[in-house]
């Protein structure tokens, strides 16, 4: 028979004793490893190059000074690339890792300095946007790992093949961006210093410009509305929301912060808020019989009022380069209602959009063309597919015209689209009957 074994004959495993760093830096408690609890500095720290700081009011995953990332990319310069590492989120993980920077990395900061920032914010705003000068990007991984993804999203405007290897680092960066960016917004507002706020605030502006930028196509047939129904679709808005949970996280932009001298140039023009009446000249006449003449004043059972209010006080003003607010006053003044009926590709919903697009082609920003116009002409075709009515066909004319002029323009040139010409004016009434008498042939 065979004995058994009572619970105190079973050999017991006690852990080892371990002190609890409940003492550590923020740096190490964000990283989620143990803190030696050195000072002035842990060694981890001083290991990884950031300031160490074990207040509750200093800055997180702030690098030590400023010099660390001064980057000479000169061709001149001799023997192999300086090693320079940054955080990064490790996968299926609460903790912090680190990535080499790399040749193309380098690379990619020169591009997105001398080329990609002079299409953010204004000359005066740059410091906020950039690694160099002062600017707060030098201190702020998520940041930089920004900086990195949106040269290479620049990059993938070109109508050339994007190589895989660039496309792989592009998600890479633009990943550990997203991801070390919501660990610093999990801290709360209580958790942020001034210099952070600043730093939170410049990247989801960064974060919202590269939503609205990527494709990953050149073929309007490849993209929404025309294609197949994708989790991607309308991503962007859905980034735009995100925005919102932003002020709502570390609260709202604070007075005499650099963020807030940038958004006050931006928003220097008084915006359209929407509920201006709709002049009888803003649009053709088939638009005042297609939306039913329009309301005189704003209606909550007419979703498409406050769109089309906010498009005829955009359509009439000149792109001003640095006045970004007249321009995304049009997605700012987006309600729910009105991207519900974007989702389900409503006809009237989709039609407005694309009068927007157009008008966006005029400005010479690169992050705002390429979905204008790709998308701008997928919606053209969808409409033309699907919905071929007289009056949908009529409204398309002007947005389809600038449009397909800048599309052809950039295959034409292989220069991607960040240079084209400027878009005439609204195309004259004959042009607009000629259109019409081809277009209405589709009408089923």
């Known amino acids: 028979m065979a004995s058994t074994m009572t619970d105190a004959m079973v050999p017991r495993r006690h852990r080892k004793a371990h002190r609890k760093s409940r003492l550590g830096c923020k740096n190490c408690k964000l990283r989620s490893v143990k803190c030696d609890e ?7 720290c001083q290991a990884s190059g950031f300031c160490c700081d074990f207040s509750s009011q200093g800055p997180m995953l702030q690098l030590q000074h400023a010099g660390v990332y001064k980057f000479d990319l000169s061709l001149s310069s001799q023997g192999p690339s300086p090693r320079y590492t940054i955080p990064i989120v490790l996968p299926c993980s609460t903790a912090f890792g680190e990535y080499e920077l790399r ?99 410049a990247t989801s502006v960064l974060l919202g410009a590269a939503s609205f930028a990527y494709l990953g196509t050149h073929d309007p047939k490849k993209t929404w509305p025309f294609r197949d129904p994708d989790p991607s679709d309308l991503g962007w808005i859905k980034m735009g929301d995100g925005k919102k949970a932003v002020g709502e ?61 906010i498009l005829a006080e955009i359509l009439p003003h000149p792109f001003i380069p640095g006045k970004l607010g007249r321009f995304i006053s049009f997605t700012i003044g987006m309600e729910d209602s009105y991207k519900d009926l974007l989702a389900q590709k409503d006809p009237r919903a989709l039609l407005l959009l694309v009068w927007y697009y157009a008008k966006l082609v005029e400005c010479k920003i690169w992050w705002m063309r390429q979905r204008a116009i790709i998308e701008g002409m997928s919606i053209c075709l969808y409409l033309e597919s699907k919905h071929p009515h007289k009056l949908i066909l009529e409204g398309l004319v002007w947005p389809k015209t600038v449009l397909s002029s800048a599309y052809q323009h950039s295959l034409d040139t292989n220069g991607g689209l960040n240079e084209m010409p400027q878009p005439d004016k609204q195309i004259s009434e004959k042009d607009i009957q000629k259109e019409n008498e081809k277009q209405v042939r589709l009408e089923v």
């Open 249 to 309: 996280t570390i609260g709202p932009v604070q007075e005499g912060t650099a963020f807030q001298k940038y958004r006050t140039n931006i928003l220097t023009d008084s915006l359209p808020r929407g509920d201006a009446p709709i002049p009888l000249d803003a649009f053709p006449q088939c638009f005042y019989t297609l939306f039913d003449q329009f309301p005189s004043t704003d209606s909550e059972a007419d979703v498409y009022f406050r769109p089309a209010s």
């Open 38 to 44: 050195s000072k002035p500095a842990c060694k981890r």
């Open 103 to 201: 040749a193309e990395d380098f690379a990619a900061l020169d591009r997105y300095r001398n080329r990609t920032l002079n299409h953010i914010g204004t000359k005066e705003s740059r410091p906020l946007f950039s690694d160099e000068n002062g600017g707060i990007g030098v201190s702020h991984p998520f940041l930089l790992h920004m900086f990195i993804a949106l040269a290479f999203i620049h990059d993938s405007c070109s109508p050339s093949p994007f190589p895989s290897t660039e496309q792989a680092l592009m998600s890479f960066h633009w990943y550990q961006a997203s991801a070390i960016f919501r660990r610093m917004l999990s801290q709360g507002r209580f958790g942020v210093t001034v210099v952070e706020h600043d730093a939170l605030w």
